[in-house]
């Protein structure tokens, strides 16, 4: 299974903006093993996979909402409270993932 680019990366609760194999590759050289293997992919379609591209257990709207935001208010957002739940195709519209 193949994933195209671009999708979210969830690991420990943080979230990163993935549009190349160069930025997983980026992104994965500063994991352990422990956190590779508890690293969740998700696609524009709202799959969840992990990095071996096997299915996985979904964010909950909720958590998936608390990512995005505590992602954008790294990024300088504000004003960010009253997001609470998001849908997968509601977090890259809200990222403005193209």
Known sequence: M????????????????INSQQD???YLYGLTDNQQQHSVILNRAG??????????AALSDTELAR????????????CLT????????QAFT???ID
């Open 2 to 17: 193949c994933v195209l680019f671009p999708y979210l990366l969830s690991c420990e609760n943080e979230l990163e903006v």
């Open 24 to 26: 997983l590759d980026d």
């Open 47 to 56: 799959q969840y996979f992990d990095l071996s591209y096997n299915s996985t």
């Open 67 to 78: 990512r995005v935001t505590l992602y954008l208010a790294k990024e300088g957002h504000c």
């Open 82 to 89: 009253k997001i609470t739940t998001l849908t997968p195709a």
């Open 94 to 96: 809200l990222l403005a």
